[in-house]
Protein backbone atom coordinates (compact mmCIF):
# COMPACT_ATOMS: atom_id res chain seq x y z
CA UNK A 1 0.00 0.00 0.00
CA UNK A 2 3.10 1.98 0.61
CA UNK A 3 4.77 1.79 -1.87
CA UNK A 4 1.84 2.19 -4.12
CA UNK A 5 0.83 5.83 -2.65
CA UNK A 6 4.49 6.65 -3.19
CA UNK A 7 3.41 6.77 -7.03
CA UNK A 8 2.02 9.25 -8.96
CA UNK A 9 -1.76 8.28 -8.92
CA UNK A 10 -4.93 10.52 -7.74
CA UNK A 11 -5.32 8.50 -4.68
CA UNK A 12 -1.45 9.48 -3.50
CA UNK A 13 -1.82 13.21 -4.50
CA UNK A 14 -5.31 12.97 -2.45
CA UNK A 15 -3.90 11.53 0.61
CA UNK A 16 -0.90 14.03 0.42
CA UNK A 17 -2.22 17.35 -0.06
CA UNK A 18 -4.96 16.32 2.76
CA UNK A 19 -1.66 15.14 4.90
CA UNK A 20 -0.52 18.51 4.54
CA UNK A 21 -3.94 20.48 5.81
CA UNK A 22 -4.43 18.30 8.55
CA UNK A 23 -0.53 18.41 9.64
CA UNK A 24 0.08 22.28 8.89
CA UNK A 25 -3.49 23.40 10.87
CA UNK A 26 -2.32 20.99 13.62
CA UNK A 27 1.16 23.30 14.06
CA UNK A 28 -0.91 26.69 13.54
CA UNK A 29 -3.88 25.56 15.98
CA UNK A 30 -1.57 25.44 18.53
CA UNK A 31 0.16 29.05 17.60
CA UNK A 32 -2.82 30.48 17.29
CA UNK A 33 -3.64 29.73 20.86
CA UNK A 34 -0.85 31.77 21.59
CA UNK A 35 -1.94 34.65 19.78
CA UNK A 36 0.80 34.72 17.07
CA UNK A 37 1.58 36.10 13.61
CA UNK A 38 1.06 32.74 11.88
CA UNK A 39 -2.10 31.12 12.88
CA UNK A 40 -3.75 28.17 11.64
CA UNK A 41 -4.55 29.22 8.59
CA UNK A 42 -1.04 30.15 8.07
CA UNK A 43 1.00 27.26 8.83
CA UNK A 44 -1.95 25.23 6.74
CA UNK A 45 -1.54 27.57 3.36
CA UNK A 46 2.17 26.88 3.79
CA UNK A 47 2.24 23.41 4.36
CA UNK A 48 -0.37 22.89 1.62
CA UNK A 49 1.51 25.19 -0.85
CA UNK A 50 4.63 23.52 -0.53
CA UNK A 51 3.01 19.99 -0.93
CA UNK A 52 1.65 20.83 -4.15
CA UNK A 53 5.03 22.08 -5.01
CA UNK A 54 6.49 19.02 -4.48
CA UNK A 55 3.99 17.22 -6.45
CA UNK A 56 3.87 19.44 -9.39
CA UNK A 57 7.83 18.66 -9.26
CA UNK A 58 6.73 14.64 -9.68
CA UNK A 59 4.18 15.43 -11.85
CA UNK A 60 6.56 17.44 -14.38
CA UNK A 61 9.18 14.35 -14.04
CA UNK A 62 6.18 12.18 -15.02
CA UNK A 63 5.03 14.02 -18.00
CA UNK A 64 9.13 14.80 -19.18
CA UNK A 65 9.34 10.99 -19.32
CA UNK A 66 6.15 10.03 -21.06
CA UNK A 67 3.83 12.00 -23.02
CA UNK A 68 6.55 14.66 -23.19
CA UNK A 69 8.99 12.89 -24.21
CA UNK A 70 9.52 13.59 -27.74
CA UNK A 71 8.95 17.17 -27.12
CA UNK A 72 11.98 17.07 -24.38
CA UNK A 73 14.03 15.43 -26.57
CA UNK A 74 13.76 17.50 -29.30
CA UNK A 75 14.69 20.58 -26.97
CA UNK A 76 18.17 18.55 -26.37
CA UNK A 77 17.63 20.31 -22.66
CA UNK A 78 17.91 18.62 -19.19
CA UNK A 79 15.16 19.93 -16.94
CA UNK A 80 15.35 19.52 -13.16
CA UNK A 81 12.39 19.80 -11.62
CA UNK A 82 13.17 19.57 -8.10
CA UNK A 83 14.58 23.48 -8.64
CA UNK A 84 11.00 24.06 -8.01
CA UNK A 85 10.72 23.02 -3.90
CA UNK A 86 14.22 24.96 -4.04
CA UNK A 87 11.98 28.20 -5.18
CA UNK A 88 9.61 27.36 -2.94
CA UNK A 89 11.34 27.31 0.35
CA UNK A 90 13.24 30.84 -0.79
CA UNK A 91 9.73 32.24 -0.90
CA UNK A 92 8.78 31.14 2.60
CA UNK A 93 11.81 32.99 3.68
CA UNK A 94 10.49 36.32 2.45
CA UNK A 95 7.09 35.39 4.52
CA UNK A 96 9.05 35.07 7.99
CA UNK A 97 10.70 37.70 8.04
CA UNK A 98 7.38 39.36 8.13
CA UNK A 99 6.55 38.15 11.15
CA UNK A 100 10.25 38.81 13.21
CA UNK A 101 9.63 42.10 14.97
CA UNK A 102 11.81 43.91 17.56
CA UNK A 103 10.23 45.56 20.30
CA UNK A 104 10.70 49.05 21.90
CA UNK A 105 12.65 46.92 24.73
CA UNK A 106 15.10 45.72 22.55
CA UNK A 107 13.20 42.28 22.05
CA UNK A 108 13.11 40.30 19.06
CA UNK A 109 10.39 38.69 18.69
CA UNK A 110 8.60 35.92 15.97
CA UNK A 111 11.91 33.62 14.85
CA UNK A 112 9.79 31.01 16.77
CA UNK A 113 7.13 31.98 14.27
CA UNK A 114 9.36 32.28 11.13
CA UNK A 115 11.29 29.19 11.51
CA UNK A 116 7.80 27.38 12.07
CA UNK A 117 6.76 28.08 8.61
CA UNK A 118 9.89 27.47 7.25
CA UNK A 119 9.69 24.07 8.83
CA UNK A 120 6.35 23.77 7.94
CA UNK A 121 7.13 24.17 4.59
CA UNK A 122 9.84 21.59 4.42
CA UNK A 123 7.59 19.08 6.21
CA UNK A 124 4.83 20.11 3.13
CA UNK A 125 7.79 19.16 0.27
CA UNK A 126 8.11 15.50 1.77
CA UNK A 127 4.66 15.16 1.69
CA UNK A 128 4.41 15.82 -1.90
CA UNK A 129 6.89 14.01 -2.79
CA UNK A 130 5.50 11.02 -1.12
CA UNK A 131 8.26 10.64 1.71
CA UNK A 132 6.05 10.02 4.76
CA UNK A 133 8.50 8.46 7.33
CA UNK A 134 10.28 11.79 7.16
CA UNK A 135 6.80 13.32 6.90
CA UNK A 136 5.44 11.72 10.11
CA UNK A 137 9.16 12.39 11.85
CA UNK A 138 9.28 15.99 10.74
CA UNK A 139 5.60 16.48 11.80
CA UNK A 140 6.53 15.19 15.38
CA UNK A 141 9.32 16.81 15.89
CA UNK A 142 8.05 20.29 15.15
CA UNK A 143 4.67 20.12 17.36
CA UNK A 144 7.06 18.56 19.85
CA UNK A 145 9.24 21.63 19.91
CA UNK A 146 6.26 24.28 19.75
CA UNK A 147 4.30 22.70 22.20
CA UNK A 148 6.72 20.94 25.30
CA UNK A 149 10.15 22.71 24.59
CA UNK A 150 8.53 25.80 25.73
CA UNK A 151 8.19 24.65 29.35
CA UNK A 152 12.14 22.89 29.33
CA UNK A 153 13.32 26.66 27.92
CA UNK A 154 11.02 28.55 30.71
CA UNK A 155 12.31 26.28 33.02
CA UNK A 156 16.29 26.52 32.40
CA UNK A 157 16.23 30.25 31.80
CA UNK A 158 14.59 30.84 35.12
CA UNK A 159 17.54 28.94 36.47
CA UNK A 160 20.12 31.10 34.26
CA UNK A 161 22.68 32.69 35.59
CA UNK A 162 22.76 35.56 33.01
CA UNK A 163 19.49 38.07 32.31
CA UNK A 164 18.80 40.79 30.46
CA UNK A 165 16.62 43.55 31.52
CA UNK A 166 15.16 46.20 30.76
CA UNK A 167 14.04 49.31 33.07
CA UNK A 168 12.16 52.41 32.56
CA UNK A 169 13.57 55.08 34.64
CA UNK A 170 12.02 58.45 35.46
CA UNK A 171 15.13 59.96 34.51
CA UNK A 172 18.54 59.38 33.40
CA UNK A 173 20.09 61.21 36.18
CA UNK A 174 18.79 58.03 38.72
CA UNK A 175 20.35 55.79 36.47
CA UNK A 176 23.28 55.81 38.80
CA UNK A 177 21.31 55.10 41.61
CA UNK A 178 19.84 51.99 40.13
CA UNK A 179 23.43 51.02 39.17
CA UNK A 180 24.45 51.31 42.71
CA UNK A 181 21.43 49.48 44.04
CA UNK A 182 21.70 46.54 41.51
CA UNK A 183 25.58 45.84 42.44
CA UNK A 184 24.52 46.24 46.01
CA UNK A 185 22.52 43.16 45.83
CA UNK A 186 25.36 41.56 44.46
CA UNK A 187 24.66 41.68 40.58
CA UNK A 188 27.33 42.13 37.74
CA UNK A 189 26.59 44.70 35.09
CA UNK A 190 28.18 43.29 31.44
CA UNK A 191 26.74 46.48 29.67
CA UNK A 192 24.32 49.12 29.69
CA UNK A 193 22.30 50.32 26.50
CA UNK A 194 20.35 53.42 26.90
CA UNK A 195 17.50 54.88 24.36
CA UNK A 196 15.59 58.08 25.94
CA UNK A 197 12.98 57.85 23.18
CA UNK A 198 11.52 54.15 24.38
CA UNK A 199 10.43 56.28 27.16
CA UNK A 200 7.85 59.19 27.68
CA UNK A 201 7.47 62.02 29.59
CA UNK A 202 11.23 62.87 29.97
CA UNK A 203 12.19 58.97 31.22
CA UNK A 204 14.53 56.93 29.80
CA UNK A 205 14.55 53.24 28.80
CA UNK A 206 17.51 51.37 29.81
CA UNK A 207 18.44 47.70 28.79
CA UNK A 208 20.81 46.00 31.39
CA UNK A 209 22.94 42.93 30.83
CA UNK A 210 23.06 41.08 33.92
CA UNK A 211 25.13 38.07 35.84
CA UNK A 212 23.53 36.99 38.38
CA UNK A 213 24.92 35.46 41.58
CA UNK A 214 24.66 31.72 42.62
CA UNK A 215 21.21 30.85 43.27
CA UNK A 216 19.79 34.50 42.70
CA UNK A 217 15.74 33.69 41.69
CA UNK A 218 14.91 36.14 38.28
CA UNK A 219 11.34 36.92 40.02
CA UNK A 220 12.30 37.97 43.45
CA UNK A 221 14.93 40.22 41.36
CA UNK A 222 12.77 42.20 39.18
CA UNK A 223 10.25 42.25 42.19
CA UNK A 224 13.40 43.70 44.83
CA UNK A 225 14.14 46.01 42.02
CA UNK A 226 10.51 47.21 41.01
CA UNK A 227 10.22 48.48 44.27
CA UNK A 228 13.02 51.69 43.42
CA UNK A 229 10.79 54.71 43.52
CA UNK A 230 13.10 55.66 40.27
CA UNK A 231 11.95 52.77 38.47
CA UNK A 232 8.86 53.33 36.15
CA UNK A 233 8.58 50.00 34.60
CA UNK A 234 10.87 46.78 34.44
CA UNK A 235 10.41 43.43 32.42
CA UNK A 236 12.78 40.63 31.46
CA UNK A 237 13.69 40.37 27.76
Known sequence: MIDYLRQFNMASVLLRLTLA???????????????????????????????????LSQYLWVMMNTQWAEVSALLEKK?????????AIGGVGFLGAGTILITDQSEVKGLTTAAGLWAS????LAIGAGFYEGMLLGF?????SIK????????LMARSRNMNLYVELTSLERLKD???????????????????????GGGVGVVLYLHLPKNQSH???????SYSPDVRAIDEI
Open 121 to 124: ACMG
Open 148 to 155: VLPYIETF
Open 21 to 55: VVCGGLIGVNREHKRRPAGFRTYMLVCLGSAMTGV
Open 178 to 200: FITLTKAIGIQIFDVELDRKRAA
Open 140 to 144: LTIFL
Open 219 to 225: TKLLTDL
Open 79 to 87: IDVSRIGAK
